[in-house]
């Protein structure tokens, strides 16, 4: 009977362990699909029209307007001895994914797209389905950033748009958020 009891016991914590063990956060690195990709499903005037609003921002263009040389002048000034287009301190804000993992960029995914959707909200690979996007929780559990409040949107923006910018002008969320603000309409 003990040897029967230890068995069950055995068992249990098993699968006590197992149990807590899969709801632990996951260290898995999500992959970059591109923001074609995400415009799929994000392109419809019912639906928000995220992808028109992206193409017609300057962060659309945040990729393109390194490769200028008034940028490459910038850079020197700075001490850089690399174009703009080739520069970090450029780089990490005009297109931010720049530096992750090839192995973790989708065939789709293209850096020239500049500060794209995954920018922001979190690589796309494991939340892009329909069946788990439908999901809030799900989706966050598989990678997306969705930002609560508007406090929590501006903290993101200013992680570029702040005096370390060699061409900064003054910051007014309010103003820059109305022209990129790209909410899901509620029906």
């Not at 029209?49 to 020197?76: C, G, M, R, V």
């Amino acid at each position: 009977m003990r040897r029967f009891s230890s068995i069950i016991s055995a068992i249990v914590v098993s699968f006590l362990l197992m149990a807590f063990y899969s709801k632990q956060p996951s260290d898995k690195k999500h992959e970059y699909i591109g923001v074609k990709k995400c415009g799929m499903c994000h392109k419809k005037e019912k639906d928000g029209a995220q992808l028109k609003i992206w193409e017609e921002s300057d962060h659309a263009k945040a990729y393109k307007t390194l490769q200028s040389a008034e940028s490459d002048k910038i850079a020197k000034e700075l001490g850089h001895t690399t174009k703009a287009v080739e520069t970090e301190a450029c780089l990490k804000c005009h297109a931010p994914a720049h530096n992750v993992d090839a192995k973790l960029l989708g065939k789709k995914f293209k850096i020239e797209d500049g500060v794209q959707c995954e920018d922001c909200h979190g690589a796309g690979d494991d939340y892009k389905s329909m069946k788990v996007m439908k999901d809030r929780a799900k989706s966050i559990e598989n990678g997306l950033i969705v930002y609560e409040d508007e406090a929590a949107i501006e903290k993101q923006c200013i992680t570029c748009h702040n005096e370390e910018s060699p061409t900064y002008k003054p910051f007014v969320f309010a103003e820059k958020y109305a022209k990129i603000k790209h909410n899901i309409p509620k029906n």
